[in-house]
């Protein structure tokens, strides 16, 4: 089992330019997340889908927008980017309550 | 919301030692409490979790306590190798809602040969 699998690995966009990042997972997990990552900040949520039609904001939505394609796979689009947006994007996946997350390995985004 | 602290941010320790990172919660609903390790360029991974209902739990040479009444909880690493060095989360996660965690900020672990 892969378990959570993300591409790109990694992307340089122009500022301006629009990209998806993909995530598929093969837990049968419910809920699915999209984090950022920044030195010295931690993880950051952007947005969550907890059950298969289903969306909301986290901490730092802002120029982003998601998508709940099906059970297995979530969706994270930039529309305009921004250098801003330079981060490591990771998707996990999640059991239920009580239970730890799966990350994806990751995308390193970097926006000139 | 759920706020969660973690220290210290850096700890180098001899390899051997032990080696104790801290955090503290601030929401008292929260009753699921992960841990991950990050190695350098690479996922976070949980590597041990504690619930509300038990004090402690081992798994080989790593520990996690949880005191409720002080709304603390720590990760203990004994007999340290180089192969810990990582930046370990811990996280905090409420009982109810959408039951998403709260992170700490990381903690830097370099174990020296």
């Known amino acids: 089992n892969a378990g959570v699998t993300q591409t790109p690995k990694f992307q340089v966009l122009k500022t301006g330019q629009s990209m998806t990042l993909q995530c598929a997972q093969d837990?049968?997990?419910?809920?699915m997340y999209w984090y950022r990552q920044d030195p010295g900040m931690g993880l950051r949520l952007i947005y969550y889908?907890?059950?298969?039609?289903?969306?909301d904001k986290g901490e730092v939505p802002n120029g982003y927008n998601v998508s709940r394609l099906n059970k297995r796979e979530f969706s994270l689009r930039l529309e305009s980017a921004a250098p801003s947006q330079t981060s490591v994007y990771f998707c996990?996946?999640?059991?239920?309550?009580?239970?730890?997350?799966?990350f994806g390995s990751g995308t390193r985004l970097t926006v000139v | 919301g759920e706020n969660v602290e973690q220290h210290p941010s850096t700890l180098s320790v001899q390899e051997g030692d032990s080696a104790v990172i801290k955090c503290t919660y601030s929401?008292?609903?929260?009753?699921?409490f992960p841990w991950y390790k990050q190695e350098l360029g690479k996922r976070p991974q949980l590597i041990i979790d504690i619930r509300s209902n038990v004090g402690e739990k081992k798994d080989q040479r790593i520990a996690v306590t949880l005191n409720k009444t002080a709304k603390h909880f720590s990760l203990h690493i004994t007999e340290t190798q180089p192969e810990d060095s990582a930046v370990y989360f811990c996280a905090a996660s409420p009982s109810g809602g959408s039951y998403i965690p709260t992170f700490g900020r990381g903690t830097s672990l370099i174990v020296h040969p």
């Open positions: 929401d008292s609903a929260s009753n699921y």
């Open positions: 996990a996946a999640q059991g239920g309550m009580d239970y730890g997350y799966t």
């Open positions: 889908s907890a059950s298969e039609g289903t969306t």
């Open positions: 837990m049968n997990h419910n809920s």
